[in-house]
T-cell receptor, first 112, second 113 residues
Framework: QKEVEQNSGPLSVPEGAIASLNCTYSDRGSQSFFWYRQYSGKSPELIMSIYSNGDKEDGRFTAQLNKASQYVSLLIRDSQPSDSATYLCALPRGSSASKIIFGSGTRLSIRP | GAGVSQSPSNKVTEKGKDVELRCDPISGHTALYWYRQSLGQGLEFLIYFQGNSAPDKSGLPSDRFSAERTGGSVSTLTIQRTQQEDSAVYLC???????????FGDGTRLSIL
């Protein structure tokens, strides 16, 4: 099992709908989780951090963390064409983490 | 405030030449990372510096790759005797610690002819 797994997509969502992106991880000791957005030809930018079980909302974005099931999700409400990008899940490796592990990313396409 | 700065933004060189890529992290950030991203691919971890600790070099693909971080700030990634497969975007990121989110520079696009 990969340390961080994401569906590569592409995930196609109609404009105005909710986009749901999922990430599963193997290390139960992970405590911090991050979602990055990467537009084509650009570098990743942080959009959400989550550290506790449950939901964390920031504008149209909601991160959901379930440590027992070892998954973290990102919901994007009222999807816009500008949300079309690759979304990367990332977390430190283990409780004595020495580096951040990135998933391979999910490509999201919002169709008008 | 200033973000992570990388230079050059683009580098084209001939196979066999050495190249140096520079990263200036956000002031006060103790952790610095180098990644490589080939076209359409994910991030490939190369090396990680944290404060004065020995760097984690586990991601360097060969002994042609090396990196330094002087004075706990600026870092240089050096690739010796470049090969065509080294062509990629090299990204640098910094953070206040390994469990904290990373902030990325704009990257250096390296093309080996």
């Amino acid at each position: 099992q990969k340390e961080v797994e994401q569906n590569s997509g592409p995930l196609s969502v109609p404009e105005g709908a909710i986009a749901s992106l999922n990430c599963t991880y193997s290390d139960r000791g992970s405590q911090s989780f991050f979602w990055y957005r990467q537009y084509s030809g650009k570098s990743p930018e942080l959009i959400m951090s989550i550290y506790s079980n449950g939901d964390k909302e920031d504008g149209r974005f909601t991160a959901q963390l379930n440590k027992a099931s070892q998954y973290v999700s990102l919901l994007i409400r009222d999807s816009q064409p500008s949300d079309s990008a690759t979304y990367l899940c990332a977390l430190p490796r283990g409780s004595s983490a020495s580096k951040i592990i990135f998933g391979s990313g999910t490509r999201l396409s919002i169709r008008p | 405030g200033a973000g992570v700065s990388q230079s050059p933004s683009n580098k084209v060189t001939e196979k066999g030449k050495d190249v140096e890529l520079r990263c200036d992290p956000i002031s006060g950030h103790t952790a610095l990372y180098w990644y490589r991203q080939s076209l359409g691919q994910g991030l490939e971890f190369l090396i990680y510096f944290q404060g004065n600790s020995a760097p984690d070099k586990s991601g360097l693909p060969s002994d042609r790759f090396s990196a330094e971080r002087t004075g706990g700030s600026v870092s240089t990634l050096t690739i010796q005797r470049t090969q065509q497969e080294d062509s990629a975007v090299y990204l640098c990121a910094s953070s206040t610690g390994v469990t904290q989110p990373q902030h990325f520079g704009d990257g250096t696009r390296l093309s080996i002819l």
